[in-house]
C-alpha cells in the first residue's frame, strides 16, 4: 500500500506511451485440486444499501484445520470495528481529517449471530468480541476440530460504513469494501493465534490464501469491481442487480461499487485485465489499463505466471494506492489532469507487483512488513528498467536512496532493521524508509552481488515454493542460499542481524 512516489522525468512518460512490450502470449495456469482441497472456503451473499450506507450478509465458511493440534476455539477478525470511534480508527493524527473530508461518523461490523452447520442441522454457538475496538471475534466450539478436519460455520453480519475515503469506507460515488468480513485469523507455530490489532502504520493484515465464492447485490445503476472473476449476473424486477463471483486461492477479497464507472478491458498472457475509472476521466483510464497490461505482462515473465483470470485497476477515493488480491485501489487524484502521469505509473507498477508479493506468496505483514513492501518498492525500479533502459531506472533508483536517506535522518531512524513489528514503528516516515526503501535497497544490492540470472532464478524459485503459502524472511534466505550455492549470512547480517 501507499507506494512511495519518485516523480519520473517527462521524458520518460513520453517514452512510456509510445513504448511497446511484446511477448508470446500464454495461457493463465490451471489450480490443481491439491491445492484447493487444504483451504478454506468463503460463501458470502451480501447486499449493499446505498440510500443508508449499509450492507448485509450472510457468510458461510468451510473451515479447514491445518495444524497439528485441536481447535476448541476459532477466531475471525472483524476489522469494520476498528472504524467505530475516533480513538481507534486506523489512522494516525495527521491523517485522520483527510480520511474524514465529511466528517467523522461511525462504522462497524455486527454480528447477528454464529452457528455450525452439519448433517444434523444447524447448531448456534457461542461467541464474543474483544482485542482493541472489538476486532477479533472468538467463537467457541461445541467439540474440538480435530487436526486436519473440517466444519462448517455459518456467519451472520451486518455493516455500517463510515463516510472514510479509505479501504474501508464510502464517498461521493464509490463504495470501498476492503477487510469487510469476519476473515479467519492465521494460526501458525511461531504466535499460535495472531491476534493483532488494526495499527494505524502499514497493511496490519495476515491472511490465509482461501477460495471463494460471493454474491454481492447492488442497485443496477452501481458498477462493482471484485477481487473474484464475475461467473454470474441476474436483473431482479426490483431495480437490483446481483453479481457473483469466484475466485481461488485468494488471500482476501475486496470490491468496490460505484455508479459513475466506465469500464475498459484488455486480455494480456491470458488475463482480463480491466481498468475502473470515472466516466470524466476516460485519458487516465486508458492510461490505466496500459500500465496495467504492461505490468503484469512484465512481472509474469519476471516472476511467474499471474494465476488469476481477471486482474482489475479501480479508481476510487483513496490516498494513494492499496493491494488486494486481483484487483487494486488506485487514488482518484491521480486521475486528474493537475497531476502528471507519474503518480499513476508507480502507483499502479507497485500496486501489481503487489499481486506477487502478498497475494501469491503471503507474509505476515504486522510482524515482516518489508517481505511484500520491500518487494513491491524493488518491482518500481526493475520495471523502469525494463521498460526505458537501465539509465532510467537506475536515475529513478539513484532519487529514491537519496529520498530514503533524507526520511531516515528526519524521522530518527538508525537501526536499520528490516524484520520489524508493526508496533515497532513510531510513524509513517519511520515505516516507509525501512519496509520500503531499505527493504528495496537490500534486494537491488544482492542482484548486485549475486548477478541478474541468478538473482531472478532466486525469485521466480521463491515464488513457486511459496505460492499461496506464508513465507518468512529466513525461508527467503534459504532459497537464496539454496539457489546461488553460496552461505549469504556476512550479506543479510547488516539488514537483518536481529534474525541470526
Not at 465458511?61 to 472504524?83: G, I, S
Amino acid at each position: 500500500m501507499k507506494s512511495r512516489l519518485k516523480l519520473l522525468p517527462l521524458l520518460l512518460i513520453l517514452m512510456f506511451i509510445m513504448s511497446g512490450c511484446l511477448m508470446q502470449k500464454e495461457a493463465a495456469p490451471v489450480l490443481q485440486m491439491d491445492e484447493v482441497e487444504a483451504r478454506n472456503y468463503y460463501n458470502i451473499e451480501a447486499e449493499l444499501n446505498v440510500e443508508e450506507k449499509t450492507l448485509t450478509a450472510v457468510e458461510e465458511v468451510n473451515y479447514y484445520n491445518n495444524d497439528n493440534v485441536e481447535m476448541k476455539e476459532l477466531y475471525f477478525h472483524v476489522y469494520p470495528n476498528a472504524f467505530k470511534t475516533k480513538e481507534t480508527a486506523p489512522f494516525l493524527f495527521d491523517d485522520f481529517d483527510n480520511a474524514y473530508k465529511r466528517g467523522f461518523e461511525s462504522g462497524y461490523g455486527e454480528i447477528i449471530s454464529v452457528s455450525k452447520k452439519d448433517r444434523d442441522g444447524e447448531k448456534l454457538l457461542k461467541y464474543s468480541l474483544s482485542g482493541e475496538g472489538d476486532t477479533i471475534l472468538k467463537i467457541e466450539l461445541d467439540s474440538p476440530l480435530k487436526p486436519f478436519e473440517r466444519m462448517s460455520l455459518r456467519i451472520e453480519f451486518a455493516l455500517k460504513i463510515p463516510p472514510a475515503g479509505e479501504r474501508f469506507g464510502y464517498g461521493e460515488n464509490n463504495f470501498n469494501l476492503g477487510n469487510w468480513y469476519p476473515v479467519a485469523a492465521v494460526y501458525d507455530q511461531k504466535d499460535g493465534w495472531n491476534l493483532d490489532k488494526y495499527y494505524a502504520i502499514g497493511d496490519p493484515f495476515y491472511s490465509d490464501a482461501a477460495d471463494y465464492r460471493v454474491s454481492i447485490k447492488t442497485p443496477e445503476e452501481y458498477i462493482v469491481a471484485a477481487s473474484g472473476q464475475l461467473v454470474e449476473e441476474v436483473k431482479e424486477d426490483n431495480g437490483k442487480v446481483k453479481r457473483i463471483y469466484e475466485g481461488k486461492a485468494l488471500r482476501d477479497f475486496a470490491f468496490v461499487a460505484n455508479n459513475n464507472f466506465a469500464v475498459i478491458e484488455e486480455e494480456v498472457d491470458g488475463v482480463k485485465v480491466m481498468s475502473y475509472y470515472y466516466k470524466e476521466d476516460r485519458v487516465r483510464g486508458e492510461e490505466a489499463l496500459e500500465y496495467g497490461v504492461k505490468s503484469l505482462r512484465l512481472f509474469s515473465q519476471l516472476y511467474g505466471k499471474y494465476p488469476y483470470p481477471v486482474y482489475s485497476v479501480v479508481e476510487t477515493e483513496f490516498p494513494s494506492g492499496m493491494e488486494y488480491p486481483a484487483l487494486v485501489y488506485i487514488s482518484d487524484k491521480y486521475y486528474k489532469p493537475s497531476y502528471s502521469s507519474d503518480p499513476l505509473i508507480i502507483t499502479i507498477v507497485h500496486e501489481t507487483a503487489h499481486q506477487w508479493f502478498y497475494g501469491i506468496v503471503g507474509n505476515d505483514q504486522i510482524d515482516e512488513a518489508w517481505l511484500d513492501e520491500g518487494f513491491a518498492a524493488f518491482s518500481e525500479t526493475i520495471f523502469i528498467e525494463r521498460t526505458f533502459g537501465k539509465k532510467t531506472g537506475q536515475d529513478y533508483y539513484t532519487r529514491s536512496i537519496e529520498n530514503s536517506v533524507e526520511e531516515a535522518l528526519s524521522s530518527q531512524i538508525i537501526d536499520g532493521e528490516l524484520v520489524k513489528s508493526l508496533s515497532e514503528f513510531e510513524d509513517w516516515d519511520d515505516y516507509g524508509p525501512t519496509a520500503y526503501d531499505r527493504g528495496a535497497q537490500m534486494l537491488s544490492e544482492l542482484r548486485k552481488t549475486l548477478g541478474e540470472d541468478t538473482f531472478l532464478e532466486i525469485v521466480r524459485t521463491y515464488v513457486e515454493k511459496y505460492k499461496f503459502r506464508i513465507a518468512t524472511t529466513s525461508d527467503f534466505i534459504k532459497v537464496c542460499e539454496e539457489v546461488s550455492g553460496k552461505d549469504l549470512t556476512e550479506f543479510f547480517k547488516p539488514w537483518i542481524n536481529n534474525i541470526y
